[in-house]
């Protein structure tokens, strides 16, 4: 079946530990994108991928690392100079052309201990 | 970044009753989706938009883009127990960027 998959679903981290997570897509899409959901608020963008060896920083990057160095993978790191980052993460990509749709994987919630 | 205006926050609604909800920006889209998110899941995409005016159904779900260009609508009918999550809207301008609005909680009482 095409689609997107993160892993780990769950994942505990230390204070000062950095922890990369995984986002795989299966679509042949171009374009991919890390946000970050917070209780109450909106998705907030944390860097989005046009295409392979390239990314943009979102509204939310400080603190946050991704790669593209392969169209299928998007890792994302979170590193120990992100203030709050117990969040549930969510990668996303989207088909190209003038009729865009965004695909969400299931999910990977962070608690920092 | 924008954050999309969407409304209500949450609904209580009765098995069998319609609901509607809408979502509005300050800038014109030239896209709007519309997603259901059930807890600790990832959004799944219900329904897509892309002219002023169109109205797209997918089963009881029915969405419509403003005429304006800056807002949409997402309306359920005959809600059933399993209608139960969050409901978000996005916009993109155009490019690669989407807005998200909050999100609408609906809860349906058997």
């Known amino acids: 079946d095409g689609g997107i998959t993160q892993s780990p679903k769950y994942l505990f981290r230390k204070e000062g530990q950095n922890v990369t997570l995984s986002c795989e897509q299966n679509l042949n899409h171009d374009a991919m994108y890390w946000y970050r959901q917070d209780p109450g608020q909106g998705l907030r963008l944390i860097y989005y991928?046009?295409?392979?060896?390239?990314?943009q920083k979102g509204d939310i990057a400080e603190g946050y690392s991704v790669s593209r160095e392969k169209k299928e993978s998007f890792p994302l790191t979170v590193t120990s100079a992100q203030k709050n980052p117990t969040a549930f993460y969510l990668c996303?990509?989207?088909?190209?052309?003038?009729?865009?749709?965004?695909?969400f994987g299931p999910g990977t919630r962070l608690t920092v201990l | 970044g924008q954050q999309l205006n969407q409304s209500p926050q949450s609904m209580f609604i009765q098995e069998g009753e319609d609901v509607s909800m809408n979502c509005t920006s300050s800038?014109?889209?030239?896209?709007w989706l519309w997603y259901k998110q059930d807890p600790g899941e990832g959004p799944v995409l219900l329904i897509a938009?892309?002219?002023?005016?169109e109205l797209t159904s997918n089963g009881r779900l029915t969405a419509q883009f403003g005429i304006t260009r800056k807002d949409s609508f997402l309306n359920i009918s005959a809600s059933i127990p399993s209608d139960v999550g969050i409901y978000f809207c996005?916009?993109?301008?155009?490019?690669?960027?989407?807005?998200f609005g909050t999100g609408t909680s609906l809860t349906v009482i058997p």
């Open positions: 996303a990509s989207r088909t190209s052309g003038g009729r865009p749709e965004q695909f």
């Open positions: 991928s046009q295409i392979v060896n390239d990314f």
């Open positions: 938009l892309y002219k002023a005016g």
């Open positions: 800038s014109i889209f030239n896209t």
């Open positions: 996005a916009g993109s301008p155009g490019g690669n960027q989407f807005y």
